[in-house]
């Protein structure tokens, strides 16, 4: 089960690459999330070491691929 952060950093992605057609940039996860950068590249590993997505480039967040897109 995911926390709360993790959570809504999934839907974030999810959302944003739906509707963008890309992933977001740091700035653009701070400023949704509220959180740090430290705080958001935990829970992206979290949501890595979990499999809910792939991010191959550490820290280029333009190469993450959404595995899942929630919690089932």
Do not use: C
């Amino acid at each position: 089960m995911l926390d709360d952060l993790e959570r809504k950093l999934l839907r974030i992605l999810y959302n944003f690459s739906s509707l963008h057609g890309r992933m977001p940039r740091m700035p653009e996860l701070q400023q949704k999330t509220g959180r740090s950068r430290e705080e958001i590249t935990g829970a992206l590993r979290i949501l890595v070491e979990q499999q809910y997505i792939l991010w191959p480039d550490n820290p280029v967040l333009d190469t993450i691929t959404i595995l899942e897109a929630w919690e089932v």
